[in-house]
């Protein structure tokens, strides 16, 4: 089935640099995932859809903008996987398409308030904006 | 010894006490400090993607001015430390990304950069090239009876085998430090866990709920105060901070503090 994304397991493997196939299905990824709650696909469930190649279903998924990119799932998977690059792949893929843009200029006064910090919208815009 | 220092975009405004305070601490120490001339962002995070070269130009040309005068790299903020010390990581170990980031440098007109710099930040300049020891010595007002719960966030300890600050599950750099300025170092389970970071524009209910988490849980193991080197932690925290009773500071106040130097030599710098 093409997807609309026409997005890749090869692509997503290059924008990552990460190799899915070392998962051993622990789970310990999903375990220490401070955003277990607002996702519907957890790190462990991006580590094997994308080798699976079933992109579509990650790139249609309000999941890849609840990531915190604590890294803590990538520090304590006991085989390098590093589950956040890939999650921070297929969010790149769906940002990187014109007119994409999950977070805009226009968004901002409403978030904004007087004591939020320059690195909060610096980083916000890293994540969600191309 | 002189230091390079990037102060980043937060410190020169939201986050000035972190700056100020850091400053007149590492004055009233002897350490001397040159601010990087025109340092660019940092952009916040560290590119977790392979494939972005640009994105990580702001760090390598701050690094490649501390090597050009070989000087270690002083950050105080925990996002600026984790994007340039993990950039650097990049550029020592990374032929693809180093290979591509020195062409837009041949452009500028550098030698090709391959990570020599020495990145430190604050707590590992205090612990590894003062001391805690001499930095005992020269606290002039002791925390006594202060109980303080140290708070890392991500960003200090990961990836460990990149940042190389301390263990990263059981880390001891920020207490030592409270243990040294007089306080008593208060430890507590969620202090290495994230506090939600930038998602507070994403859904601010998912910074409340892990802000209260940590609250809660610094406060039932006797915490009066946490601390924190990250600007947007600050935030997170203290905007939920009120119902818990839990004060919290940058960890360079309690160090200006402890010094004496603050509200005097924190206004000057």
Same mark, same amino acid.
Request: aromatic letters at 6%.
């Given at each position: 089935?093409?997807?609309?994304?026409?997005?890749?397991? @090869?692509?997503?493997?290059?924008?990552?640099?990460?190799?899915?196939? =070392? &998962? /051993?299905? *622990?789970?310990? $990824?999903?375990?220490? +995932?401070?955003?277990?709650?607002?996702?519907?696909?957890?790190?462990?469930?991006?580590?094997?859809?994308?080798?699976?190649? @079933?992109?579509?279903?990650?790139?249609?998924?309000?999941?890849?903008? =609840? &990531? /915190?990119? *604590?890294?803590? $799932?990538?520090?304590? +998977?006991?085989?390098?996987?590093?589950?956040?690059?890939?999650?921070?792949?297929?969010?790149?893929?769906?940002?990187?398409?014109?007119?994409?843009?999950?977070?805009?200029?226009?968004?901002?006064?409403?978030?904004?308030?007087?004591?939020?910090?320059?690195?909060?919208?610096?980083?916000?815009?890293?994540?969600?904006?191309? | 010894?002189?230091?390079?220092?990037?102060?980043?975009?937060?410190?020169?405004?939201?986050?000035?006490?972190?700056?100020?305070?850091?400053?007149?601490?590492?004055?009233?120490?002897?350490?001397?400090?040159?601010?990087?001339?025109?340092?660019?962002?940092?952009?916040?995070?560290?590119?977790?993607?392979?494939?972005?070269?640009?994105?990580?130009?702001?760090?390598?040309?701050?690094?490649?001015?501390?090597?050009?005068?070989?000087?270690?790299?002083?950050?105080?903020?925990?996002?600026?430390?984790?994007?340039?010390?993990?950039?650097?990581?990049?550029?020592?170990?990374?032929?693809?990304?180093?290979?591509?980031?020195?062409?837009?440098?041949?452009?500028?007109?550098?030698?090709?950069?391959?990570?020599?710099?020495?990145?430190?930040?604050?707590?590992?300049?205090?612990?590894?090239?003062?001391?805690?020891?001499?930095?005992?010595?020269?606290?002039?007002?002791?925390?006594?009876?202060?109980?303080?719960?140290?708070?890392?966030?991500?960003?200090?300890?990961?990836?460990?085998?990149?940042?190389?600050?301390?263990?990263?599950?059981?880390?001891?750099?920020?207490?030592?430090?409270?243990?040294?300025?007089?306080?008593?170092?208060?430890?507590?389970?969620?202090?290495?866990?994230?506090?939600?970071?930038?998602?507070?524009?994403?859904?601010?209910?998912?910074?409340?709920?892990?802000?209260?988490?940590?609250?809660?849980?610094?406060?039932?193991?006797?915490?009066?105060?946490?601390?924190?080197?990250?600007?947007?932690?600050?935030?997170?925290?203290?905007?939920?901070?009120?119902?818990?009773?839990?004060?919290?500071?940058?960890?360079?106040?309690?160090?200006?503090?402890?010094?004496?130097?603050?509200?005097?030599?924190?206004?000057?710098?």
């Amino acid at each position: 089935m093409a997807s609309v994304y026409q997005v890749t397991k @090869e692509e997503i493997e290059a924008i990552s640099g990460v190799n899915p196939l =070392k &998962c /051993m299905r *622990c789970g310990r $990824c999903t375990a220490t +995932c401070p955003s277990f709650d607002n996702m519907e696909y957890h790190p462990h469930q991006f580590v094997a859809m994308v080798e699976r190649g @079933e992109i579509e279903k990650l790139v249609r998924s309000a999941s890849v903008f =609840k &990531c /915190m990119s *604590c890294m803590a $799932c990538l520090e304590r +998977c006991p085989r390098q996987v590093q589950p956040a690059k890939l999650i921070e792949a297929v969010r790149l893929a769906v940002i990187r398409k014109q007119e994409a843009n999950h977070l805009r200029p226009d968004d901002l006064p409403a978030l904004v308030d007087e004591d939020l910090p320059q690195q909060a919208i610096v980083s916000a815009y890293r994540k969600f904006t191309k | 010894m002189v230091y390079s220092y990037f102060p980043g975009c937060t410190l020169k405004n939201k986050a000035k006490e972190l700056d100020l305070c850091g400053r007149a601490a590492l004055k009233a120490l002897g350490i001397s400090l040159e601010e990087i001339p025109e340092w660019q962002c940092c952009g916040g995070v560290y590119p977790l993607s392979h494939d972005e070269i640009a994105i990580r130009l702001s760090s390598i040309r701050a690094l490649r001015y501390a090597k050009q005068h070989e000087q270690p790299l002083l950050t105080m903020c925990s996002a600026c430390h984790n994007v340039i010390k993990q950039v650097n990581h990049d550029m020592a170990s990374d032929e693809y990304i180093r290979t591509r980031a020195n062409a837009y440098m041949a452009q500028e007109g550098y030698e090709p950069y391959a990570g020599e710099a020495r990145v430190v930040h604050l707590l590992e300049l205090l612990r590894d090239d003062v001391g805690y020891d001499k930095l005992k010595e020269a606290v002039r007002k002791p925390l006594t009876g202060r109980k303080i719960g140290a708070y890392y966030g991500c960003l200090l300890l990961r990836p460990s085998n990149v940042m190389e600050m301390d263990n990263a599950e059981n880390p001891t750099i920020m207490e030592d430090l409270i243990r040294a300025l007089g306080a008593e170092a208060v430890v507590y389970a969620q202090r290495n866990e994230c506090c939600g970071g930038y998602l507070t524009l994403e859904d601010p209910q998912i910074p409340k709920q892990r802000a209260e988490v940590i609250l809660r849980n610094a406060k039932a193991s006797g915490a009066g105060m946490i601390v924190t080197a990250c600007p947007l932690c600050f935030y997170n925290l203290k905007r939920h901070a009120a119902e818990s009773g839990v004060e919290i500071r940058y960890l360079t106040e309690i160090l200006a503090e402890a010094l004496d130097v603050r509200g005097s030599e924190a206004e000057e710098v």
